[in-house]
């Protein structure tokens, strides 16, 4: 097998004198579309942060398309092509969506996503452009989260329980867009607590529970009783 | 005809507040960080005007060539250097320091020029008028101070709406945090910002040269309008501290002609009034 676009190795991970992360590894191949699952605070989210450079990290627990990156500023981080679509989704309130959408091209790569290209993948973005970001639904706003993420072309994306608060059927619509994201070539590592969307789209799955991996697999491989025992830990 | 005249008079004096008080209101607005050194910085733009005109025989005018890019390169540093690292968390570490380099930045300003007041000469433009009405003159000095803080807001509103850079600084004003996740540097654009405050401290500074009298401790009263002019104006917006700043120049215009020791005070009344009829300012842009 090729060398893993993403490789984290005894990735720890502290805030302030809380450790959230015990040592992960974890790999992530090229068009590959992991999921992260877990419990509330199992460290899901601080695995996503260690990777984009919002946590500090050892410098050689991540590795990126060859170049050890743990610890390296955010900003530069996103330069090399890992892009975040952060929980909560953190529109910018005082730009419209457009502006939103391109300030996500501030520091892109070249690569096939584009404002049309977006557009294109969401149409209701496209008519909402020049409205203030805060005014779209939770829905909408999820996808110029996912939008503003794919303007800076990453080799891999992060998306961080983009499901979180929304409607099933606005959920589906959201995962709808993933396919055609990994058809660019794009990796993918998504974070979710609610595993049955998820599983559908990835290829293998890692559980974490405490700070620990405690099961990976592919998604097609494992077992639901064995993920609930692990999720769970009972 | 006199109130309106008095009420010109005021209202281009607020051109003149405007200016102090826009490279504050920009400040706050991108990085939340109050510049307690903010008078002092403009103070020092004027005495390093003055050291222009003295050492290099350059005019006042022409001295804004190398005060304006000066205090810019100053403001970049200041920035990179010490302010950026009293940002984030609690707001007390840059109240502190901005507050200690204001008393650096006067001493500073007493050993090398003096305890002894100054004023700059622009060469006759300063006395020279004209007509608009019977009875109301205005001067050519003062609309040009007021065409000055027109330009400067204008053009800093332009670039902050209208530029990549500008949406960027938004965008950091809104979330320091998530801005970062879009490949921007933020304290490379807190330094630019602060940059940009300083230049316009520099405008600021040199025209205020040519207006009034000024000395080493001169800062914090300039400090003190510039806050007036913000927050009547709301905060976060630039339009807002130009109104802010001509509605302070007209209520000291006003307080001044019914008795001259009046003038300050009714300032800071008016800064009151708006204070406590709208505590958020007339034009508030922020959400907090």
Redesign the interface.
């Known amino acids: 097998m090729s060398v893993p676009l993403l490789a984290t190795r005894g990735l720890t991970a502290w805030y302030g004198d809380f450790q959230a992360l015990f040592g992960i590894n974890l790999d992530v191949r090229e068009g590959e579309v992991i999921a992260l699952i877990g419990a509330n605070g199992a460290g899901k989210s601080s695995v996503l942060k260690a990777v984009c450079g919002l946590l500090p990290v050892a410098r050689d627990s991540v590795r990126f398309a060859g170049t050890l990156i743990g610890g390296m500023d955010a900003h530069r981080i996103v330069r090399r092509g890992i892009a975040m679509v952060p929980e909560g989704r953190k529109l910018f309130p005082s730009l419209s969506v457009e502006e939103n959408l391109r300030l996500g091209a501030y520091a892109a790569r070249p690569g096939p996503w584009s404002l049309d290209r977006v557009f294109s993948l969401f149409p209701i973005l496209a008519e909402r452009r020049d409205a203030p970001a805060t005014s779209l639904s939770g829905g909408q706003q999820q996808m110029a989260a996912i939008g503003r993420a794919l303007m800076a072309n990453p080799r891999l994306l992060l998306c961080d329980e983009i499901s979180l608060g929304l409607a099933p059927i606005v959920i589906r619509d959201v995962y709808a867009a993933l396919p055609s994201i990994r058809a660019e070539g794009t990796s993918l590592i998504v974070v979710e607590q609610d595993i049955s969307q998820v599983l559908r789209v990835a290829q293998r799955v890692y559980c974490l529970r405490k700070g620990r991996v405690v099961l990976e697999g592919s998604s097609d491989g494992l077992a639901r009783e064995d993920i609930r025992m692990a999720y769970f830990g009972m | 005809m006199q109130w309106l005249d008095i009420i010109v008079q005021g209202a281009l004096v607020g051109g003149l507040y405007a200016l102090f008080a826009t490279g504050l209101s920009l400040i706050f607005g991108v990085m939340r960080l109050v510049n307690l050194a903010h008078g002092d910085l403009i103070v020092l733009a004027a005495f390093l005007s003055l050291a222009c005109v003295q050492h290099l025989g350059f005019s006042p005018a022409l001295s804004l060539a190398i005060v304006v890019p000066g205090m810019a390169l100053l403001g970049y540093a200041m920035q990179r250097v010490m302010l950026n690292r009293t940002l984030g968390g609690d707001i007390l570490p840059p109240l502190l320091v901005t507050f200690g380099l204001s008393i650096v930045i006067q001493n500073t300003l007493l050993e090398a020029f003096s305890a002894d007041s100054r004023k700059l000469h622009f060469g006759g433009i300063e006395t020279a008028s004209i007509r608009l009405l019977p009875g109301v003159s205005i001067g050519w000095y003062p609309l040009i101070v007021l065409l000055a803080a027109v330009v400067v807001i204008g053009g800093l509103q332009l670039a902050l709406y209208r530029t ?1 850079l500008g ?2 600084m ?2 950091t ?3 320091p ?10 304290r490379h654009l807190f330094a630019l910002a602060m940059a940009a405050s300083l230049s316009v401290c520099a405008i600021a500074g040199v025209l205020m040269a040519g207006w009034t009298n000024f000395d080493p401790l001169s800062g914090p009263e300039r400090l003190l309008y510039a806050f007036e002019a913000v927050i009547i104006g709301g905060l976060g917006s630039l339009w807002g501290t130009l109104a802010g700043g001509m509605i302070l120049g007209i209520a000291q215009s006003v307080g001044g002609a019914f008795d001259p020791g009046w003038q300050i005070l009714a300032g800071h009344l008016a800064f009151l009034v708006v204070l406590s009829a709208t505590p958020r300012g007339l034009f508030p842009r922020m ?1 907090d």
Do not use: H, I, K, P
């Open positions: 990549r949406a960027a938004r965008a004003s809104d979330d945090v998530t801005v970062r996740l879009m490949g921007v540097d933020n959400a």
